[in-house]
């Protein structure tokens, strides 16, 4: 069994009772929670924003792993901060100052997370990959939850953990859609350390048992 990360996704929660599934996630083997934040732009879907984030933070108890997938992220860092979130990730395409974003990002107490779409190539991070804590990996296409895993990941994952290893950095691997017990034994066993599961945790009927499923996997 390895020491890899289990990110529930919130979008695919139910929001009409969102309370009883934060609660189910603290009192579950997962480690994170992943919030998508998205705004219609960068991507063809609005999900939530800060208010919802506000009270979200109110009723969780492990880091907040926000993914950010909106035009121009840098103008709510800060804001993103003071909601609670304790990793913040941003896209490389909505970034036209990447560097300097995620210096922002650590100056304001938060790990440095940066995704990349599944068309994008992963050795465009080679030169700061020494400088970010984690990169996530889109495997569907951003905006919808519930899509098919996109098998060319696997090469990705494959090439990104050489680039990680040759520069001797200790960023970690996160693996985001279509995650299921289909592929997550063979995403961890070629480098990937977190995985990202929406709807395959909250389409379960015994989700807790599902999150202890994929935490327990031994590769």
Known sequence: MGNHLIAPSILAAD???????????????ADWFHIDVMDGVFVPNISFGMP?????????????DVHLMIVKPERYIKTFADLGSNILTVHYEACTHLHRTIQEIKDNGMKAGVAINPHTKVDLLSEIISDIDLVCLMSVNPGFGGQSFIE????????????ITNANSNCKIEIDGGVSDKNAKKLLEI???????????????QPEKTIEGLKELKF
Request: hydrophobic content about 40%; cysteine-free.
């Open 15 to 29: 929001f009409g009772n969102l309370k009883a599934d934060l609660e189910m996630v603290n009192s579950s083997e």
């Open 52 to 64: 919802v984030l506000k009270e979200i933070s109110k009723h969780t108890k492990k880091p907040l």
């Open 152 to 163: 060319a990941t696997y090469k990705k994952v494959s090439k990104l953990k050489q680039i």
């Open 191 to 205: 480098g990937a350390d977190v995985l990202v599961a929406g709807s395959y945790v909250f389409g379960s009927d």
